[in-house]
């Protein structure tokens, strides 16, 4: 696209979805408490990862506690919002989860840490469903500044 654009004699655009991105990451990396409760995440996603002993045991858990079969996902450092999709899939899993730790060695998520991380997942979700959208097939470089004002509502209100 860059290419394209460059030999049209077009004023380059630089896409907004890796802006957002870079900005989004850039902010959750600032907040140490952010940063210290990611790794922390990370290490338990780590953890069912590399352990199936342990996703099974997770899932016998959601079985007594009638739960959906879900696995834990991990974040990606290249993109933020697998930071999103793993604390949102972390706060579905709070139950059993919480369960398997209690009987593990691994540290706890505190009650003050699942706020946050709570917290964190409705900031966050406006951000990855304009994401989503400006990458869809079907954007339109028109859609670009409705979208960010949305978003900028958003954290008016929040």
Known sequence: MKR????????DIDCTVHKMQLAIRNCL????????IKQQCKRISTHFNHSTIAQKQLQAIQVRLNQPHLKVFQDCITRWNTTFYMFERF????????????DSEINPILPEEWKIIERLTELLKPFEEATRELSSSHALISSIIPIIQMLEKKLMTF
């Open 4 to 11: 394209a654009v460059r030999l049209a004699s077009l004023n």
């Open 29 to 36: 990396d600032s907040q140490e408490t952010i940063k210290i």
């Open 91 to 102: 706060l579905k899993v709070k139950d059993s989860l919480s369960l398997y730790i209690n």
